[in-house]
């Protein structure tokens, strides 16, 4: 392998695909994002993009960029298809170009109504708001090219950034001030720590599948019950909460059955995908290292 070129490596999965991939002394990773990474700049300047790749020449190039935000999607949708849409579809045309493997990390947000539904990666879909609509478009431009992976997944980890906590990190925020939190048991995830979907990413990398891939916790929970034991691992009880329903918010719609179906990607690897006790061990293990 020459080199792994991390689109997006200051974000939450970026932190962790450099962190995972790293441990391997075989596999040399380069980084690129606004700041703080070997290579600097705006993803959507296309010459400072071209000239990274064309430099690089990576043999594979992983898209962890995204506007993950409902909210930013909907207010600054121009926006958010530049980053969700078009940028993965030239990278893929980039990495065309240039015979590497592209690996583009899309989303789940794409099922409703189902509960706790697995859906498999043919199952049909329901665009609700700017940002599936977006990441959906995305993975029909990189769709156009081979030697690409599509990763459906739903991610939860650490970003370390006070001034931008992650889902992971508010929960334990909360936790920790003893704020009563409002949980939604009426919207389901099949969420995977961060880590967990990088080390099945490294073994991927021995195989390269192309097409559509679930990567995910193989099982569905709700949010209430996440957030649950989640507390319950860390904090040895459960905070002070109510409950909500997410189909009574406000504003942006949202799709409220994310579960994944996760046989294919088993099936890939040769292994089981981590169920929600195990996701939760993992989160521990971190939230005790980091000294939260």
């Known amino acids: 392998m020459k080199k792994i070129l991390i689109i997006g490596s200051q974000g939450m999965l970026g932190q962790s695909l450099v962190k995972i991939l790293s441990r391997d002394s075989s596999i040399p990773v380069v980084t690129a994002a606004r700041y703080g990474a070997d290579y600097n700049f705006d993803f959507l300047d296309d010459t400072s993009l071209c000239e990274c790749i064309e430099s690089i020449n990576p043999d594979v190039v992983i898209n962890a960029a995204a506007i993950v935000s409902l909210q930013h999607c909907e207010s600054e949708s121009g926006m958010a298809y530049a980053v969700n849409t078009k940028l993965p579809g030239r990278l893929a045309e980039l990495c065309h170009e240039l015979g590497c493997y592209f690996i583009h990390i899309s989303t789940d947000h794409y099922y409703c109504h189902d509960w706790d539904k697995k859906h498999l990666e043919t199952d049909k879909i329901t665009i609700r708001n700017e940002y599936a609509r977006t990441k959906y478009l995305g993975e029909q431009l990189v769709a156009l090219h081979a030697q690409n992976l ?74 209430e019950d996440f957030i649950l034991a989640l507390a319950k691992k860390i904090k040895g009880k459960e905070p002070r909460y109510k409950i909500g329903k997410v189909n009574q918010l406000l504003g942006v719609p949202r799709a409220d059955s994310l579960g994944l179906d996760v046989s294919k990607i088993e099936d890939l690897v040769g292994y089981r995908m981590p169920d929600l006790e195990k996701v939760i061990y993992d989160i521990e293990l971190d939230y005790k290292r980091m000294g939260y």
């Open 150 to 223: 599509i990763v459906r997944t739903n991610i939860v980890g650490y970003r370390n950034n006070s001034l931008k906590p992650t889902f992971l990190e508010w929960c334990i925020q909360a936790f920790n001030r003893d704020e009563e939190m409002t949980l939604f048991d009426d919207f389901y995830t099949s969420s995977i720590y961060t880590d967990q979907l990088c080390i099945v990413l490294k073994d991927l990398l021995q195989i390269r599948p192309e097409g559509i891939v679930n990567i995910a916790s193989s099982t569905v929970s709700n949010k």
